[in-house]
DNA sequence: CCATCTTTGTGCACGCGTTCACAAAGACAT
DNA sequence: ATGTCTTTGTGAACGCGTGCACAAAGATGG
């Protein structure tokens, strides 16, 4: 529907605020599945559960985006997958490198949902000799002496660090210096980059830290009458206003640090 | 139960933010690595750096944890990793079930990340009656009609979800139905709960696509001197106007999903 | 015991993100 | 054409998180 130009969105034409683009991959899933579905239009209201979210908020998302809905109808689904996908780059082919092909740069070479969205495996990389030539996900492996050459040769702006923590940061700087741009790491480490690069890390085991946390405060929440944990964990009674008279002894439980 | 035997801190008596949550497993690792190098004593400006955050921030998050810092000289680093263990719920012994043992699962199964932290893989589940006995990470493939069983046999609170998406909401339906009330999500859905029920998500895909966003928009920056992006495929116009420029009329572009 | 120096703990201000609530826009029926 | 009804787009209020800047606390040296 050529609705065309209603009129620009003009209040923020460039700046589209972080949590904003953090949500469109979210919406252009939902969207996608309905497409697939043949459906034609859909409202704010339907999306935003469909993708788990607020209507308000998603409303207010698109609104960043421009006016692309029509109001007493909703948004058309084809047009508006094309709009979202556009504005994530997902026009764009991106190859990627995945370096340390481990148990999960394995599985990550095999994630379908990479290439389903544009992001293109160009290379496998490992550090072990051994691993050279293996073909993983269809993909030889191929050794870290050539890492900077392969950059270089496929136009790799965007590198997957799934290596084991001690060399994460040796493998950042050599892909930063080949030219790459953008980095997920999956190495429980903290990277340092210079400016214009963007890092984003996902940490499975902090991920259930923040679960275990949440599961201890429900759990003691109702553990007045059951003072058994699942296992050990004697829990004395724990901080005792550690405000005001604190003393860094006396109320330190018996385990404390050697 | 809101006042009853609640003491802490006395500034915030329950409420550690969710940001400072999300934070301690940082500095936890971070505390960890300075013990393991017998270092008595850390200062926040140093543990911050070691983390990758603010020095302010960090005091604020610890001043939610209490006052366990001594001026002048700075945080007893084994008191801090025992007290930031003990509020995560690291002291207890946390057994987690894995559902799906995919590439994706086995790779969890296998990361080390979890045994060192207080975290037990209680058992491996999976629909497919072929692994079913087959060992993964040493510990033995178990067919999903058990996981009922399994759950309350081991007093499971905390499941992982490793599934393809089609499945992912009907084996989160029957962890919550046996009594798992934390889930960590892996498959590409939203996952819906009831109250109580704490879920995280992890979407590979999801950050993939946030680089591209952030990666497409520094092309676009450099783009009007350098008409070079990064591999092939690149797309006239950018981010930069992309607004109501091109007719949308007619049909909408090739972007497939998959 | 007093002075000085280091580092924590936190009050405060600011900016971002979320949510509410409603006017404007357009479809649709009469 | 006009009125009604649906749904969008957004102004405004609110709450959370972040960072600054500084006073208080305690160590250290004389």
Redesign the pocket.
């Known amino acids: 529907m050529a609705?065309g130009r209603?009129h620009r969105?003009a209040?923020r034409s460039r700046g589209i605020?972080?949590?904003?683009v953090a949500r469109l991959p979210l919406y252009l899933r939902a969207l996608t599945a309905l497409s697939e579905r043949s459906v034609p239009t859909v409202?704010?209201?339907e999306l935003a559960a469909a993708a788990g979210v607020?209507?308000?908020?998603l409303?207010?998302d698109?609104?960043y985006l421009g006016?692309?809905?029509?109001?007493?109808?909703?948004?058309d689904v084809e047009y508006l997958v094309y709009q979202i996908s556009r504005e994530l780059g997902l026009t764009q082919d991106w190859p990627v490198v995945i370096v340390g092909i481990g148990n999960l740069g394995a599985a990550l070479a095999n994630y379908g949902g990479f290439a389903s969205r544009g992001f293109r495996v160009a290379a496998l990389i490992d550090a072990d000799p051994a691993m050279a030539g293996k073909p993983v996900a269809g993909i030889p492996v191929q050794h870290a002496d050539e890492l900077e050459r392969i950059i270089q040769d496929n136009g790799v702006s965007i590198g997957v660090i799934a290596t084991p923590a001690g060399a994460a940061q040796a493998v950042c700087d050599r892909l930063v210096g080949a030219g790459v741009t953008s980095i997920l790491n999956f190495a429980p480490t903290v990277l340092t980059v210079p400016d214009g690069v963007d890092v984003r890390k996902v940490d499975l085991s902090i991920e259930l830290q923040i679960l275990a946390f949440h599961e201890q405060r429900k759990a003691g929440e109702e553990a007045h009458a059951d003072g058994a944990g699942p296992a050990a964990a004697r829990r004395t009674g724990t901080g005792s206003d550690a405000?005001a008279d604190q003393g860094p002894d006396g109320d330190v439980p018996a385990v404390m640090p050697a």
């Open positions: 609705t209603t969105p209040t605020p972080e949590a904003t409202s704010s209201e607020n209507s308000a908020k409303r207010k698109f609104s006016s692309y809905g029509t109001r007493g109808v909703g948004y405000s």
